[in-house]
């Protein structure tokens, strides 16, 4: 069967994993040591997290599948420690941690019955998703994480529905934990999007939608026209 053709957009996750497959193909296995900007990580834990991340969606499918509950994590703990072993893994394990995971996470995809698609399941961070939501999880994380190898990844190379999503995402995380309401994001070119419409006081950001983007998912200001002086609240 195909992937639902909705917002969970299907062609975003292979190209986005197409990417991150180009990004990490380039690296050598001396390179993987290298730190990220991600605190405490180098780019064995980042791969370890993107390779596990996928495992962590197919229990989200099994949950969907069967409706028995299979959260994606036993607990915040846990993952952190299985990305912190799983930095340890030889340079070929780590490479095959990721190419496994993909394959399964897309073979659940491709089983997983029509009407199972709307069960609701629970993210790690805690919201109640339709299971195809998963899909555009899985398209944001390979995305961001193929800039955070540091190798040439460049949000700028994002197609215009995952930068759009990806902004649509973060604003809608500030509103709901009450974060940034003094902000207002200007993407040249489109209306300016106020995190809190009617605030007294505002500060604005301002730059082409891949520079808004890259700053508002909290990967520096770069590319910016103005703010680039402030940090934005955590989405995440």
């Known amino acids: 069967m195909s992937l639902p053709a909705n917002r969970s957009r299907p062609w975003c996750w292979h190209r986005g994993t197409a990417y991150f497959s180009q990004r990490l193909a380039e690296l050598t296995d001396a390179e993987l040591d290298a730190p990220t900007a991600l605190t405490g990580w180098t780019r064995r834990h980042l791969l370890a997290h993107v390779g596990y991340n996928a495992a962590a969606l ?19 703990e846990q993952r952190g420690q299985e990305i912190s072993e799983g930095a340890t893994l030889g340079s070929a394990a780590l490479r095959n941690l990721f190419a496994h995971t993909v394959a399964r996470l897309d073979e659940k995809w491709r089983h997983l019955p029509e009407s199972a698609w709307q069960t609701p399941v629970r993210t790690a961070q805690g919201r109640i998703v339709p299971a195809e939501e998963t899909v555009w999880m899985r398209a944001r994380e390979v995305w961001i994480h193929a800039v955070d190898l540091g190798n040439g990844g460049r949000f700028g190379d994002f197609p215009r529905v995952v930068l759009d999503s990806l902004l649509t ?12 309401t003094y902000l207002v994001l200007e993407v040249e070119g489109s209306a300016p999007v106020p ?3 009617g605030a007294e006081s505002a500060e604005t950001v301002t730059g082409p939608l891949p520079a808004v983007v890259r700053w508002a998912a909290g990967r520096g200001a770069v590319g910016l026209t103005a703010g680039s002086d402030r940090q934005p609240p955590v989405w995440l």
Do not use: H
């Open 58 to 76: 197919c229990r989200l499918l099994d949950w969907a599948a069967s409706r028995v509950e299979s959260p994606m994590y036993a607990s915040p």
């Open 195 to 197: 995190v809190s419409p």
């Open 169 to 180: 995402d973060i604003v809608a995380m500030w509103r709901k934990k009450d974060l940034g």
